[in-house]
């Protein structure tokens, strides 16, 4: 199971100008502080990478973990400080079994959303993808100290206590 924590974007709007490679980009630093007054776009409700994590997200649901991780690679392309898009990205490398790429994801998504229940509960997802169930259990357990009422957490707690009964050779 994915469970994908969202994040906001606090990007400044000469930042925005400055970061892009666009042709209009020397336009927006030739006015120098003429947009100085304009510190966050709090107000707007559509960041360049939603359109992505959206296609990303449906691509996930539909077993397409290679399209999703490309989709999700693009978000954080667009906006590199999405937590979402990363652990996304992270989840679609865990599920092709890219478990060195599902890491690099995972530590610049903890760096983004910090030590919440959908970080742990997709840290121990990939534990368990990867056959490492103390890892699992302790990533989950981390977790449901954060939700202890979250369905997906409590799920994968499931499915772990099921794996360690179930072992098949």
């Given at each position: 199971?994915?469970?994908?924590?969202?994040?906001?974007s606090?990007?400044?709007?000469?930042?925005?100008?400055?970061r892009?490679?666009?042709?209009?980009?020397?336009?927006?630093?030739?006015?120098?502080?003429?947009?100085?007054?304009?510190?966050?776009?709090?107000?707007?409700?559509?960041?360049?990478?939603?359109?992505?994590?959206a296609?990303?997200?449906?691509?996930?649901?539909?077993?397409?973990?290679?399209?999703?991780?490309?989709?999700?690679?693009?978000?954080?392309q667009?906006?590199?400080?999405?937590g979402?898009?990363w652990?996304g990205?992270a989840?679609?490398?865990?599920?092709?079994?890219?478990?060195d790429l599902?890491?690099?994801?995972?530590?610049?998504?903890?760096?983004?959303v910090?030590?919440?229940a959908?970080?742990?509960?997709?840290?121990?997802?990939?534990?368990?993808?990867?056959?490492?169930?103390?890892?699992?259990?302790?990533?989950?357990?981390k977790?449901?100290?954060l939700?202890?009422?979250?369905p997906?957490?409590?799920?994968?707690?499931?499915?772990?206590?099921?794996?360690?009964?179930?072992?098949?050779?």
């Open positions: 199971m994915i469970f994908l924590a969202g994040c906001q606090t990007t400044t709007a000469t930042d925005t100008a400055v892009t490679n666009s042709p209009m980009a020397a336009e927006f630093t030739s006015f120098g502080n003429t947009f100085e007054g304009l510190k966050t776009v709090a107000n707007v409700e559509f960041y360049a990478s939603d359109q992505a994590v296609e990303a997200k449906n691509q996930f649901r539909q077993e397409n973990f290679g399209n999703a991780g490309a989709m999700f690679y693009k978000a954080t667009l906006a590199p400080n999405d979402e898009a652990l990205l989840a679609s490398c865990d599920r092709i079994h890219r478990f599902a890491d690099k994801a995972y530590a610049k998504a903890h760096g983004l910090g030590s919440t959908a970080y742990y509960n997709n840290v121990g997802y990939s534990y368990l993808l990867r056959g490492n169930l103390k890892s699992a259990r302790s990533s989950f357990l977790a449901y100290e939700a202890p009422n979250d997906t957490v409590t799920n994968n707690l499931e499915l772990l206590a099921s794996s360690v009964r179930d072992i098949q050779r």
